[in-house]
Each structure stands twice: as C-alpha cells, then as structure tokens.
C-alpha cells in the first residue's frame, strides 16, 4: 500500500532522509519512533508530499509520487492526514471542518454531505460537538474532529504525525481509542508516536529511526523484549521508563 | 465683512457639493478597482513562481517609493508623449488604482502569509486543491488581519485623491482654490473643504477601529 524505495530528502544541506526502504502492507499497522530529529515526522510527511522528495520513489495505493502523471491531489483524497497540532480551520464548526472536502473535491450536496459529517463525528464520539468551534473544544475533542475529518473522503491510508504529542495527558487516551478502532477495522495506517502501549496493541510492524535512517523494524514483541540494535535499545530504556 | 463672505459661501454650496461629488466618484472607482487589482497581486505573490513574485515586487516597490503627485504627472504629462493620451478623469482612476493596489497588495499578502502554515497544510492533505485552499481556508481567516488597515488604507486614498485636482479635476481640493479667489477668507474655504473630507473619511475610521477591536478580540 505505501512503498519507499532508496528515498533521500535534504533539508539544505541536511540529509533528513537516507535511503529509506519501508513497506506498509494493506491493513497493516506501521509505528514509526524514534528521537525528535530522527526524521519520522518527515518521513510521513513525504507519503502525501506535504515534504518532497529529492531521490528514490515513493509509490501510495499503486500511484508513484515521482510519476509526473500522477494527480497528487486525487492521491491526498485517499490519503488521511492528522497532525500534532490538529491544524482545524477556526472559521469553521466541528461538522464543517470534516465536511469542507466532501463539498468541495467530492462535490456532495450538502444534505448528504452533513450526514457523512454527523456519522464521522459520532464514530470519534463527540456528534453532540458538531456545532462548536474548535476554540470551544478541548485538545483531545479538536484531535478527534481533525480525525474524523481525516476520514471523509474515505481514504485507504491514514496517516498521524505525534497525534498526541501536543495533548494534556488526561484527554490522550480518548484519541488513541479512537485510533484503535480504526486500526481494528482493518485501516491501513503509518503512526509517528511514543505511546508504547497503543504500539504494543495495534502495530503489525514497528520502525525505529534515528539520524535520518531506518535502524530496526520488526514485530512489535520482538522490538520491545529483544532489541536487536543498541541504539535502539537505549531509546527504548529512555521512553519505557517514565 | 465676514458675514458677507459666509453668506456668499453657503451660496457656493452646491459647487462644493459638485465637488463632493467628484472626489467621491474618483477615490470610490479606484478603491473598488484598486482593491480587486490589489488582491489578485498580493494572492499572486503569495504564490511560488519566482519570476511573477519579482516582477509583482518591482511594481510595489515603484509605486510605494514615489509620491503619488509625481506618478500622476507621469501618466497625465509623459505618457502622452509615447502616445498613451488620456483624458483627465480616466488617468486619475488609472494612477489612482495603481497606487492603492500596491499597498493593498502588501495588506493582502501581509494577511495571506499571517495564517499559519499548517492551515493549508491541513488542506492540502484533505485534496482541496490551490483555489479551493485559498477561498475556503486560507482567505477567511486573512480577511480578518486584512480589514483594519485596508479601511485605513481607504482612508489614505481618499485624502490622496486631493492630488487629482492638479490635472484639472475639479473635486473638493479644486473647489476650494477656486472658491478661494473670490472668497478670500482661506480659514473659512478651506475649513469647509476639511469639513467635507472628515465627513467622508471619519466613518471610516470609526469602521477600521472597530474591525481592529474584533480582531483583538478574537485573540488576534
């Protein structure tokens, strides 16, 4: 469902991404950890291209990010992004905000295009917030409308960069409830986060990087009882401990 | 002798309402005309084609880096020369709106780049493609850094306007210094010109104030 093959990104003369190889299978669970800096936001980034490449391919449900044939905003529709810092429109309520795709790249009407909305804010919980504005929801709350908005274009991917990472820790889980469902319900998805335990429960395939490189993969009980790379190993001691 | 000059003031009151009349219609045609210009130059320099951005930048910075009165000459007095004639009317509206787009643009591109990045980010994520991002996403949330200097900028172009009565254009400016020569009471002409341009630009201002609150208010 998502290739890397030998990909290479430079931030000027920083070399962000060093030929990457990674492979998410369809339905499958990839969590990417590692220290802050290692490149796995980038890396997520790359797989709408948010961030562009440099070298290598990218290919996402079939479609090369290289390909100059490709559309790549009918690849971002089926493509779910949510980010750590949510980025929901405040001009707009909660329902308009899962629904301004739909409208506009979908061309729903607007009756069928609210009962999509309803029907996605109710899967994340909070169907009884569609009227509010972002400024008037918690962390957690804003979170689960950027997923729910994530998913109404139905994508086949969902992609989350640190979907947790700017929450108060007492509105965390409720966003990675929601993110479990999903994952049971067969979504194919690419993480970038330090929850271990939501890893340990859902990851078909977990990722460490560090300095711009891919050091382990590996199935998640494998990765946290015996890891096979030092470096690995001590970031795990870091995070496992508090 | 004052009160005769009064008297002879208020009979002068429908040449300055003609007046009125002109400077509304000069600074109301290429207010409207220099905000459309100004918002397609400062959308289009906030996009990525290099050569557009320098080409927009000169234009800004030409129009921002020279009085308006010698603009005015350049295209009522120069142009001519190169065959460009225009009568008095139209190259006000023409200098006029050149002007106050390049100020607009910087308002308008001031705005744009004001909204975080991770708006269009987020909508570029969901497939929304260049337009959509901007009228759906990106611009209602500029506007909202827009409004206060762009009624502000109106206020500047109306006062500017005064310069079009060099060219002939008898608008309020124009009324005065003819008015003066047969009432020679300067504090009072030229009180009333005042009078006339505040009534105009006041509200204005109130309306910039106010947007400039309610931006405030929602925590800028």
Same mark, same amino acid.
């Not at chain 1, 998410?24 to 969590?31: E, K, N, Q, S, T």
């Not at chain 2, 290099?50 to 930048?57: A, D, N, Q, S, T």
């Not at chain 2, 002939?168 to 005065?176: A, N, S, W």
């Given at each position: 469902?998502?290739?890397?093959?030998?990909?290479?990104?430079?931030?000027?003369?920083?070399?962000?991404?060093?030929?990457?190889?990674?492979?998410?299978?369809?339905?499958?669970?990839?969590?990417?950890?590692?220290?802050?800096?290692?490149?796995?936001?980038?890396?997520?980034?790359?797989?709408?291209?948010?961030?562009?490449?440099?070298?290598?391919?990218?290919?996402?449900?079939?479609?090369?990010?290289?390909?100059?044939?490709?559309?790549?905003?009918?690849?971002?529709?089926?493509?779910?992004?949510?980010?750590?810092?949510?980025?929901?429109?405040?001009?707009?309520?909660?329902?308009?905000?899962?629904?301004?795709?739909?409208?506009?790249?979908?061309?729903?009407?607007?009756?069928?295009?609210?009962?999509?909305?309803?029907?996605?804010?109710?899967?994340?919980?909070?169907?009884?917030?569609?009227?509010?504005?972002?400024?008037?929801?918690?962390?957690?709350?804003?979170?689960?409308?950027?997923?729910?908005?994530?998913?109404?274009?139905?994508?086949?991917?969902?992609?989350?960069?640190?979907?947790?990472?700017?929450?108060?820790?007492?509105?965390?889980?409720?966003?990675?409830?929601?993110?479990?469902?999903?994952?049971?319900?067969?979504?194919?998805?690419?993480?970038?986060?330090?929850?271990?335990?939501?890893?340990?429960?859902?990851?078909?395939?977990?990722?460490?990087?560090?300095?711009?490189?891919?050091?382990?993969?590996?199935?998640?009980?494998?990765?946290?009882?015996?890891?096979?790379?030092?470096?690995?190993?001590?970031?795990?001691?870091?995070?496992?401990?508090? | 002798?004052?009160?005769?000059?009064?008297?002879?003031?208020?009979?002068?009151?429908?040449?300055?309402?003609?007046?009125?009349?002109?400077?509304?219609?000069?600074?109301?045609?290429?207010?409207?005309?220099?905000?459309?210009?100004?918002?397609?130059?400062?959308?289009?320099?906030?996009?990525?084609?290099?050569?557009? &951005?320098? /080409? $927009?930048?000169?234009? !800004?910075?030409?129009?921002?880096?020279?009085?308006?009165?010698?603009? #005015?000459?350049? @295209?009522?007095?120069?142009?001519?020369?190169?065959?460009?004639?225009?009568?008095?009317?139209?190259?006000?509206?023409?200098?006029?709106?050149?002007?106050?787009?390049?100020?607009?643009?910087?308002?308008?591109?001031?705005?744009?780049?004001?909204?975080?990045?991770?708006?269009?980010?987020?909508?570029?994520?969901?497939?929304?493609?260049?337009?959509?991002?901007?009228?759906?996403?990106?611009?209602?949330?500029?506007? &909202?850094? /827009? $409004?206060?200097?762009? !009624?502000?900028?109106?206020?500047?172009?109306?006062?500017?306007?005064? #310069?079009?009565? @060099?060219?002939?254009?008898?608008?309020?400016?124009?009324?005065?210094?003819?008015?003066?020569?047969?009432?020679?009471?300067?504090?009072?002409?030229?009180?009333?010109?005042?009078?006339?341009?505040?009534?105009i630009c006041y509200p204005l201002i109130l309306l910039s104030n106010w947007f400039e609150r309610r931006l405030r208010a929602q925590g800028g």
């Amino acid at each position: 469902m998502i290739r890397f093959e030998k990909v290479n990104k430079w931030f000027g003369k920083h070399h962000v991404l060093q030929d990457i190889d990674f492979h998410v299978a369809a339905g499958d669970v990839a969590v990417i950890c590692g220290p802050s800096g290692s490149g796995k936001s980038t890396l997520i980034r790359c797989i709408n291209r948010l961030e562009p490449i440099q070298s290598g391919d990218i290919v996402v449900d079939g479609m090369s990010l290289t390909d100059r044939k490709t559309n790549i905003t009918r690849l971002r529709a089926e493509v779910g992004f949510v980010f750590q810092q949510f980025n929901l429109y405040p001009h707009m309520t909660a329902l308009e905000n899962v629904i301004l795709a739909p409208l506009k790249v979908r061309k729903m009407n607007r009756n069928e295009a609210d009962e999509l909305g309803r029907e996605l804010l109710e899967k994340v919980g909070i169907q009884e917030k569609a009227l509010a504005y972002p400024a008037q929801l918690s962390g957690g709350q804003q979170q689960r409308v950027a997923i729910a908005r994530g998913l109404a274009m139905r994508p086949k991917i969902m992609l989350f960069d640190e979907p947790t990472s700017a929450l108060d820790p007492e509105m965390i889980n409720e966003v990675l409830d929601v993110m479990r469902k999903l994952a049971f319900e067969g979504m194919t998805m690419a993480v970038v986060t330090h929850e271990m335990g939501f890893a340990r429960e859902v990851a078909n395939n977990m990722v460490f990087m560090d300095e711009g490189k891919i050091i382990e993969t590996g199935d998640p009980e494998q990765f946290y009882t015996h890891p096979e790379n030092e470096r690995t190993r001590l970031f795990l001691s870091k995070i496992l401990s508090h | 002798m004052w009160s005769f000059y009064f008297s002879q003031l208020t009979d002068s009151i429908p040449f300055f309402l003609k007046g009125l009349w002109m400077t509304f219609k000069i600074s109301g045609i290429s207010l409207v005309l220099g905000t459309v210009l100004g918002f397609c130059v400062g959308i289009a320099r906030a996009s990525k084609v290099k050569p557009l &951005r320098y /080409i $927009l930048y000169v234009y !800004v910075d030409f129009m921002r880096g020279t009085p308006y009165l010698v603009q #005015i000459f350049i @295209v009522f007095f120069i142009l001519p020369e190169w065959g460009i004639q225009l009568a008095a009317f139209p190259a006000a509206i023409f200098s006029l709106t050149l002007y106050a787009g390049a100020y607009i643009c910087e308002i308008v591109a001031g705005g744009i780049e004001a909204v975080d990045a991770g708006q269009t980010e987020a909508a570029m994520a969901t497939g929304l493609n260049r337009f959509q991002r901007m009228r759906y996403v990106v611009m209602p949330q500029a506007m &909202r850094t /827009i $409004l206060p200097p762009l !009624v502000g900028q109106y206020v500047l172009l109306i006062k500017d306007s005064s #310069i079009v009565s @060099v060219i002939g254009l008898t608008d309020i400016t124009r009324v005065g210094w003819l008015t003066v020569q047969r009432i020679p009471e300067g504090i009072m002409v030229f009180g009333l010109v005042g009078i006339l341009y505040f009534s105009i630009c006041y509200p204005l201002i109130l309306l910039s104030n106010w947007f400039e609150r309610r931006l405030r208010a929602q925590g800028g």
